[in-house]
């Protein structure tokens, strides 16, 4: 089956952080740009981040620019996904999605252009 796994999520206090990770299961993520999304409760999803099949380029929503970092490591597989200065607004299931590497054209590719998406990991930050 070919699916995406987040890991990482849970409970933190505000300006706590947290690190998610992003890895296949049944193909590698060599080709494909990935991006970040989350969805609080009685939200619609929205885009966190997003970087280029490199790891050359990023993109971030403004409210989390300069709080989250995003990064790849080829040889692992893996995408991450660094949260900083974590703040209880960012509350919410956070998803990781995979698309072809050139649908990154400077900006994160569209929604419909991810073809896998993992089943989130849920971050709380609540004191």
């Known amino acids: 089956q070919l699916q995406l796994v987040e890991s990482g999520g849970g409970l933190v206090q505000p300006g706590g952080s947290l690190s998610l990770s992003c890895v296949a299961s049944?193909?590698?993520?060599?080709?494909?740009?990935v991006g970040w999304f989350r969805q609080a409760p009685g939200k619609e999803r929205e885009g966190v981040s997003c970087i280029s099949l490199s790891g050359g380029s990023t993109n971030y929503e403004d409210s989390v620019e300069g709080r989250f970092t995003i990064s790849r490591d080829h040889a692992k597989d893996t995408v991450y996904l660094q949260m900083n200065s974590l703040k209880p607004e960012d509350t919410a299931v956070y998803y990781c999605a995979a698309a072809p590497h050139y649908y990154y054209r400077g900006t994160c590719p569209a929604d419909e252009e991810y073809d896998y998406w993992g089943q989130g990991t849920q971050v709380t930050v609540s004191s």
């Open positions: 049944g193909f590698t993520l060599d080709s494909y740009a």
